[in-house]
């Protein structure tokens, strides 16, 4: 179990490259290095449990037994706090994304890495593909299109106009 929520964790971190420019707050890696924390943990854990158990050990199995209660309350109070926040977790993201699309220009960093976002998740705007009437490059292109990276993948003439939102 530790192995494996070591390698989710680093899979996180791998993966926040990727859309760090979405996830501006310095907080949003806290979640993977808490989960290689608690691998790490968990293996020690491991080990006190393994080790009392060969030893037949009254008081190594209580400290294990203790642990593990600790462990579930952590758990439980991550679960609540993970359910009450959700909304604020969910409405600081959708602002972020929506300054780094007023930053869109088709050229900078942060294009590129709206472009692959689009693409990887098949999505278009922060909502739908009405997110990018109000941005400043829907505005100054001035062809009433969004980013071809909008398109779906199936349509190959998609030129991203939005009088073809059946394409999108």
């Not at 979640?31 to 080790?51: E, R, S």
Request: glycine share 8%; aromatic share 12%.
């Amino acid at each position: 179990a530790a192995a494996g929520l070591s390698y989710v964790g680093a899979y996180v971190i791998n993966t926040y490259k990727s859309y760090d420019n979405f996830l501006q707050d310095k907080y949003a890696l806290l979640p993977a290095v808490i989960i290689i924390c608690v691998a790490v943990v968990m293996f020690v854990i491991g080990l006190i449990g393994c080790c009392a158990t060969f030893r037949e050990s009254r008081v190594g199995l209580g400290l294990f037994l203790a642990i593990i209660l600790v462990i579930f309350i952590a758990e439980v109070s991550a679960f609540v706090l993970g359910f009450v926040y959700r909304e604020k977790v969910k409405t600081d993201v959708q602002g972020t994304m929506r300054s780094v699309f007023e930053k869109y220009d088709g050229k900078n960093p942060e294009s590129t890495v709206v472009d692959y976002l689009q693409e990887q998740l098949h999505c278009c705007g922060v909502k739908n593909y009405s997110d990018w009437t109000t941005t400043q490059w829907f505005n100054s292109t001035g062809n009433n299109s969004v980013p071809r990276s909008c398109c779906q993948q199936e349509a190959k003439n998609c030129t991203g106009h939005l009088d073809q939102p059946q394409e999108l």
